[in-house]
């Protein structure tokens, strides 16, 4: 452990897309960078926390400090999630894919002879909610995001509901609002306690900002 707010906490953090096979050489994505989830681990670990950063395919470093556990798909990053518990927090800033392909077929699917291939898809598990439901295993204070493009705050006040989560942080990913790859983000915070706009600020600030109410939150371990 290190020292700062959170020494002596363990902080579980999820970040990146995950990448959903179609085949040995294709996958469904998303577009998320894993910039947010990043600068949250390497914030908690300069806060003292211990932290396990488990993410998805990004070209980022690994922050420092961190311990960091490499997955590709929902299924791994929940198993991974699960592996790493307990934890004192946990923040789900990964992008999981909703969605995954029914059955992955085992060798490259061919150009040609059998016309346009078809995908089926079956729903990943929400790790969000699995762990937010975890009787016994939950964390202290579980906090997941919401990337919407309208309604931001209503959307993602009902989805703290639906999740089981405590807060909420919400941004606007309207293509307007530049969030994705990008630097910035306007957060809302959503808490048992009602809204909080955060002014508009780069994600490494965002960061900081969450890991000092998490500890806030959490208090001083006892000794
Ligand atoms: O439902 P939606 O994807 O908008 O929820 C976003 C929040 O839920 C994020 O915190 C994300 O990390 C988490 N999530 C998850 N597992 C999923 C889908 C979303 O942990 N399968």
Redesign the pocket.
Request: aromatic fraction near 8%; charged fraction near 15%; include cysteine.
């Given at each position: 452990f290190g020292k700062g707010p959170l020494s002596g906490r363990h902080l579980l953090v999820?970040s990146g897309p995950t990448h959903e096979p179609i085949d040995p050489v294709r996958v469904i994505a998303n577009r998320s960078s894993g910039r947010q989830g990043h600068a949250i681990a390497q914030a908690a670990a300069g806060a003292g926390a211990k932290v396990t950063l488990v993410s998805g395919p990004v070209a980022l470093p690994d922050p420092q400090g961190v311990q960091v556990v490499k997955v590709e798909t929902?299924r791994e990053?929940l198993a991974a999630v699960e592996a790493a518990l307990p934890a004192d927090a946990a923040v789900?800033?990964?992008?999981?894919?909703?969605w995954r392909v029914a059955e992955e077929a085992s060798q490259k699917i061919k150009k040609g002879a059998a016309g346009l291939p078809t995908l089926s898809f079956v729903e990943?598990?929400?790790?969000?909610?699995t762990i937010s439901r975890a009787a016994g295993r939950r964390p202290r204070l579980v906090?997941?995001?919401?990337?919407e493009t309208s309604d931001v705050v209503a959307n993602a006040a009902a989805?703290r509901m639906a999740?089981g989560?405590d807060w909420?942080l919400a941004n606007d990913v309207s293509a307007a609002a530049g969030v994705f790859g990008g630097e910035a983000n306007t957060i809302h915070m959503i808490s048992e306690a009602g809204v909080e706009t955060w002014p508009r600020m780069d994600k490494a600030e965002a960061a900081r900002q969450l890991i000092d109410r998490i500890a806030k939150q959490l208090g001083p371990v006892a000794p």
């Open positions: 999820t929902a990053m789900f800033a990964a992008a999981v894919a909703d990943n598990p929400d790790i969000l909610a906090v997941g995001f919401a990337a989805k999740k989560c909420i």
